[in-house]
């Protein structure tokens, strides 16, 4: 299928205003993060975690975003983008809507979480708050394990101003030589590699950096210390590695790599009482502009507030929950591991993690493979993993085996580049065979491919996943896979491998939609096809779930769906570009969010298709990345997986759950209270409480389903 735009025009219907810009959107998506921050009614260390990944969230997205953004107003021929806006609108709006949200995270920090904290008997102290015993503890640990770590950079003739590592949290120091009188500026990096909050005695904690600046004397001897004040840089941390290395791909990705230290200031976040003249030095050195200097009241880096889930206080966290094994898998009255291969020669498995668990089913089922004397060969793709991953240990214990192993390591996963550099070297070091996808793409896909002999015949078995191989973030993250036996699917996805691995142009799929060929064609062609039962007076219905939707063809074509009547439904965990409930073209268009405990992350794709529903799932969301620079896997389920799957994509959009609506302005309003005051389902919360445990041969479902749920809020039949 071609990648040709559909025939039917829409610039005489459509106004040119009706793409959301896609930077604001994600800033959007990062301020309901902070709502669940700012939300009291939620366990206390849980609100301080939520601050954290809003801190983190926005680190990277300047980083990347707003560096990629200025790097192309830098060039001059950055052009209008979808919204209508011009990059330097962009970057203005970007500025200064990112600054008011940090100023609400410092002021939800300094005016609700510490006086919270303090409450439940955990204290973060200033160093003059500290009692006399409790500095002289303090100057002991300084002088003995933080001390020999600083180093003090002065900066005057005969030292240039030192580079300031991205992201570092550092120091600046103004002390006064008493002889000379003379006032001299020096930097001093709060050292990464110890802990931001020492512990001075049960739950009562001061930051390193005031423990630093409590001594700075030390550091500094014979010197007058006259100003102190914290300061934080973002960097442009944005890799490019150009295609004419990509037959040396790892060796022009490490140099990239050490490029990125020195990249581009695009933010600095400094205390709100520093001094105009040490910051107009810190400004001129690190090059930033005027409206990109944050000035902050209180905490600088609340990432680092991720360290308080460590404190023993289960009064104040989430309730504990721990994956189980999926019911399909689990052996009845039996706690020995199943046999995974075994199971799926019979049917094909649904798993949705994090509720079921991942160990138990995709890393138990690459296990059982790697050591099972019938399979020949094991084909996988690696995006993301852990640092002490399992499923690369898999791998090459398969290797040592003698089986035939291809791992498809995408090496620039962004942030994961030299983690997966490694692995790819050790997994080469153990004979597996490892490749880098095709030059000029991403491998986005999450595929693993298994051969087996049984009984004289070869057959495939294969999972699918709509997230990463990732035992640590599979408990966290929400995502469906699939294994199956299929031979369609095992066909589809071993061409796909010989794609991957060797010469060929890519082929037409059964089973699957691939990008970059086909997939964005794949889905408006459906989309069309949903029009056109409406006009034949059959059910129209499109569910999309997925994490972002920028692609401007993709939403177009949602856009004449609504106005043919169709009805469409978007659950969305970040950017949204679509402008829905807009009359005329938009207004049988619902967009609806939820955050939560799990990152929301799996990809579903479902159309009514008159009656004879079509379900996807797969790697992609809707972005011109996924969509025309990456190789991204949709798979289509069975009838009994897909019923399972848009079950839960309609308790997310239930109005009985809580979730944000978007709004036609591009604004996103909470709904997570009814109208008595009570709260809304929690979605995630329902799917753990009715996680089926199999005590019988009764008691497994056959897919697990999720109707209770769906009777308590209504939804039931609905579709």
Known sequence: MSETSPSAPIAAVLPSDRFLDRELSWLAFNERVLELAQDQDMELLERAKYLSIFASNLDEFFMV??????????????????????????????????????KRASQTFNDSILPALVASGIEILRWEELTSEERDAMSKLFDEQIFPVLTPLAV???????????????????????????????????????????????????????????????????????????????????????????????QALERELMRRRFGPGVRLEVEN????????????????????????????????????????????????????????????????????????????????????????????????????????AIKQTLYRTSGDSPIVDALINAAELGKQVLAVVEIKARFDEQNNIDWARKLEEAGVHVVYG????????????????????????????????????????????????????????????????????????????????????????????EIDHVKNGKPGHIRFKCNSVVDETIIDALYRASQAGVKVDILVR?????????????????????????????????????????TWIGSADLMHRNLDRRVEVLVRMNSENAKAITQVVDLGMSDTTASWHLQSDGEWVRNHLDESGEPLVDYQELLIANHPVAKSAADVPTPRRIDTLLNKVGLFGSH
């Open 65 to 102: 975003r707003v560096a990629g953004l200025k790097r192309r107003i830098a060039t001059g021929i950055a052009t209008k983008t979808a919204s209508g806006m011009q990059p330097t609108e962009v970057h203005a709006s970007v500025l200064a809507q990112s600054y008011a949200a940090m």
């Open 156 to 250: 005057d003739p005969s030292h240039p101003f030192p580079y300031i590592s991205g992201l570092s949290l550092n120091l600046a120091v103004v002390v006064k030589n008493p002889t000379a009188g003379s006032e001299l500026f020096a930097r001093v990096k709060v050292p990464p590699s110890l802990p931001r909050f020492i512990e001075v005695s049960t739950q009562r904690f001061v930051t390193l950096e005031d423990v630093m600046a409590g001594h700075l004397d030390k550091l500094f001897p014979g010197m007058q210390v006259m100003q102190c004040h914290a300061f934080r840089v973002t960097r442009n941390e944005e890799l490019e590695v150009e295609e004419d290395d990509a037959e040396n791909l790892l």
């Open 273 to 376: 009482s520093i001094d105009p003249n040490v910051l107009d030095l810190i400004v001129s050195e690190l090059g930033v502009e005027q409206n990109e200097v944050f000035r902050l009241t209180g905490l600088l880096d609340h990432e680092s507030l991720f360290e308080l889930m460590k404190l023993k206080r289960e009064d104040l966290k989430a309730p504990v929950f721990i994956a189980r094994t999926s019911t399909a898998l689990a052996e009845v009255e039996s706690s020995s591991a199943p046999d995974i291969l075994d199971v799926m020669r019979h049917r094909d498995i649904l798993l949705h993690h994090p509720y079921d668990s991942f160990s138990t089913s995709m890393q138990m089922f690459l296990e059982q493979a790697s050591n099972d004397p019938n399979v020949l």
């Open 438 to 529: 095709i030059v000029g793409l991403k491998t986005h896909a999450k595929l693993c491919l298994v051969v087996r002999n049984d009984g004289g015949k070869l057959n495939r078995y294969v999972h699918i996943g709509t997230g990463n191989y990732n035992p640590r973030t599979a408990r966290l993250y929400e995502d469906y896979g699939l294994l199956s036996t299929d031979p369609k699917i095992g066909e589809d996805v071993a061409s796909l491998f010989n794609h991957l691995s060797g010469y060929g142009v890519q082929g037409d799929y059964n089973r699957l939609i691939v990008a970059p060929k086909g997939l964005r064609a794949g889905l408006v062609s459906r989309i069309e096809r």
């Open 574 to 614: 970040g950017i949204c570009s679509i402008r829905p409930g807009v009359p005329g073209y938009s207004e049988n268009i619902r967009v609806r969010s939820v955050l939560g405990r799990f990152l929301e992350h799996s990809r579903v794709y479902d159309f009514a298709n008159g009656g004879e529903g079509e």
